[in-house]
């Protein structure tokens, strides 16, 4: 059942790509650009700061929050330029079984709420995969709810085993996903296989 849900939604977006593409009267509405950290102004870090909840502040992994490599993947309204969307990948280095692990990771894909639905997640997430590709680190990392996997399993990321991770917070606390809390997701270039063990973020969660 599972697989005849998942081959009749890989079809529909097959057949949306298809007809944007040969139909030049429905052209886009955004533009999508793929920015470092380094490059980025303070002011935009401070925008993209602004698109996470005020509630989950520092709880969870921020644009301003240091990091050894950003990319950021933006959305933006063709007209006014307004930001609409936004996907930071991050690499980190990770441990996967007490061993160090440097992956890049989707650290909370955000469209604003009143343009989703309209394929502009769809759109980072495709310029975002362009830069895993490239990028050094053969494993990507994310964490979602069982919904929204269906949705990142079209992008070649699978589900792990015991994907609850341990992870920081503020003043040095350490804690952990609890089981039944969403799933992590690997999406592992060239075959590489996911190594087995108890995978710890090493920083906040993402
Ligand atoms: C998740 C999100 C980035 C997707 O962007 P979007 O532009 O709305 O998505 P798209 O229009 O590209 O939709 C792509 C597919 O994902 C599905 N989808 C979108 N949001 C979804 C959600 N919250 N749960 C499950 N599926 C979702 C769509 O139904 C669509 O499926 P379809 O092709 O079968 O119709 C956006 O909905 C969002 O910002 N959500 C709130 C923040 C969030 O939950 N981020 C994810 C953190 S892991």
Not at 165 to 175: K, L, Y
Request: proline share 5%; net charge negative.
């Amino acid at each position: 059942m599972n697989h005849i849900t998942e081959l009749v939604g890989c079809t529909r977006v097959f057949a949306y790509d298809l007809f944007y593409r040969h139909n030049p009267t429905m052209e886009s509405t955004y533009t999508i650009e793929s920015i470092n950290r380094a490059d980025t102004p303070a002011r935009l870090i401070e925008e993209l700061d602004h698109w996470m909840a005020i509630r989950f502040k520092s709880y969870v992994w921020m644009p301003s929050a240091g990091e050894k490599d950003v990319q950021f993947i933006l959305a933006r309204d063709k007209a006014s330029g307004e930001l609409i969307g936004r996907c930071p990948i991050i690499t980190r280095e990770i441990t996967v079984g007490g061993q160090p692990l440097t992956i890049t990771a989707v650290a909370g894909i955000i469209v604003k709420d009143e343009l989703q639905g309209q394929r502009i997640g769809d759109a980072m997430m495709k310029e975002a995969m362009k830069y895993v590709e490239h990028a050094s680190p053969k494993f990507c990392v994310l964490m979602c709810n069982e919904e929204l996997a269906r949705k990142y399993a079209r992008y070649g990321f699978e589900c792990i085993e015991g994907g609850n991770p341990w992870f920081d917070q503020p003043g040095g606390v350490r804690a952990q996903y609890k089981p039944n809390s969403g799933v992590t997701m690997v999406y592992a270039k060239d075959d590489a296989v996911w190594p087995e063990g108890e995978l710890d973020l090493k920083g906040l969660p993402f």
